[in-house]
Structure formats: structure tokens, C-alpha cells
């Protein structure tokens, strides 16, 4: 597994994948307590074209990603993450909705519990999956990291 760690905007952002796809986007809150298994390498050059396309996103050149993407989880997980991809940038669904969207409407729960689980923020956006009542609700990486999103895509579209 190759890995490389870029700099954002909001908190240096852990980038991890192989051959398949890019497996994990991760904000490090901390980049000292990152946690890197010994048997990752380091490359750059590997995750040249996501990054480049996450620099697009934070300045407002870029509403759609084109990455391959290769997460890793059940079948439900998997359902949910692709509906979230569906998500338009600056946009946002309620957990029921994406219930709803995978035929499965009585699951809001567990899509708030696969979207606890995206391995890859941003390019799947759980970000933009909000509670019933329209407020901002659990994000693994933290409501700071949500609300800075949304408010730069709804920034960006105007």
C-alpha cells in the first residue's frame, strides 16, 4: 500500500491506496499521531492526480471528482458510499434520503453508521449528509471538518 500525506486547507489530509484505487482519505488533526503500518511506502508521485484534483477542490476549480476509489467494506457500506457520490457538490441529503436513494428506507441508522465508516472523505462526500431536521450531525472527522466543507462548496458555487 502506497501512502502520502498533502496539505489542505483546513488539516494535512493522509492519502492511501494501491493499483486498485485510492483506499483511505483521512484528515490528520494531529500529523504526529498518525499512525502509518510499517509496511506502507511512501510515494508522491502515485497520488499525483488526486491531488492535484483535492488542490481543484479547494480553490473552487473542481465539483466532481474522477478517482478511482477502492474502499473497503461490506456490500451495505459500499451501497451507501456510491449513493453518497451521487450527492451534488454543494448540495446535501438526509440520512433517510440516502436510505431511501439504496431501497432500504427504514436503514437511516445504518447508513449513519456506514457513513461513520467512509474510508475516503471528501471524494465520497458523507460531509454532505445531515440529520432530519437540517442540522449538521456526526461526522468522523469531526463537525469543524463537515461545516468547513459545505460552507467551501456553498462558497464555491456562488
Known amino acids: 500500500m502506497y501512502y502520502h500525506i498533502i496539505k489542505s486547507p483546513i488539516y494535512p489530509i493522509l492519502?492511501?491506496?494501491?493499483?486498485?484505487g485510492l483506499k483511505h482519505l483521512i484528515f490528520l488533526k494531529d500529523e504526529r499521531k498518525a499512525k502509518i503500518p510499517n509496511d506502507w511506502v511512501e510515494n508522491k508521485d502515485f497520488f499525483r492526480e488526486v491531488s492535484n484534483q483535492l488542490e481543484a477542490?479547494?480553490?473552487g476549480k473542481l465539483k466532481t471528482f474522477d478517482v478511482k476509489l477502492a474502499p473497503q467494506g461490506t456490500e451495505f457500506q459500499k451501497s451507501v458510499w456510491k449513493a453518497l457520490c451521487e450527492i451534488p457538490c454543494g448540495e446535501t441529503r438526509t440520512y433517510g434520503e440516502i436510505a431511501k436513494r439504496i431501497q432500504n428506507p427504514k436503514a437511516y441508522r445504518a447508513v449513519g453508521l456506514a457513513n461513520n465508516?467512509?474510508?475516503i472523505a471528501i471524494i465520497v462526500p458523507c460531509?454532505?449528509?445531515i440529520g432530519a431536521n437540517g442540522k449538521l450531525t456526526g461526522y468522523a472527522s469531526g463537525l469543524?471538518?463537515?461545516?468547513?466543507l459545505l460552507k467551501l462548496e456553498e462558497?464555491?458555487?456562488?
Open 117 to 119: 465508516r467512509n474510508p
Open 144 to 148: 469543524d471538518i463537515k461545516e468547513f
Open 127 to 129: 460531509h454532505r449528509v
Open 15 to 20: 492519502l492511501a491506496g494501491d493499483e486498485k
Open 155 to 158: 462558497n464555491n458555487l456562488k
Open 57 to 59: 477542490y479547494f480553490s
